[in-house]
Nanobody
Framework: QVQLVESGGGSVQAGGSLKLSCAAS????????MAWYRQAPGKQRELVAT???????TYADAVKGRFTISRDNAKNTVYLQMNSLKPEDTAVYYC??????????????WGQGTQVTVSA
């Protein structure tokens, strides 16, 4: 059984920084792409950033230049460093990972979400 556990959310003033972490654990054979999504109240979940196993990254236009996604393959962990935060970054942030368990077909897994609140 695979679990993704996020941490690092909280409340911060505009212009501040937070770093989110998401650790995968369980019956893991390999992890391919990892990503961060977010969902603001009343809005659809949106993709924030992705990272391949080799370290190639993509970002949503809204966060380019402010957020940095990274990963530690040895720890099965993905990070999201968020700088110059804006009130519009307020959302629940979810990590997602493409994971193959031993003896099972690869599929996507979601974390439980962590709240990020940015005040003006």
């Amino acid at each position: 059984q695979v679990q993704l556990v996020e941490s690092g959310g909280g409340s911060v003033q505009a212009g501040g920084s937070l770093k989110l972490s998401c650790a995968a654990s369980g019956n893991i054979f390999s992890i391919n792409d990892m990503a961060w999504y977010r969902q603001a109240p009343g809005k659809q979940r949106e993709l924030v950033a992705t990272i391949t196993r080799a370290g190639s990254t993509t970002y949503a236009d809204a966060v380019k230049g402010r957020f940095t996604i990274s990963r530690d393959n040895a720890k099965n962990t993905v990070y999201l460093q968020m700088n110059s935060l804006k009130p519009e970054d307020t959302a629940v942030y979810y990590c997602n990972a493409d994971i193959a368990e031993w003896g099972r077909v690869r599929r996507g897994y979601w974390g439980q979400g962590t709240q990020v609140t940015v005040s003006a």
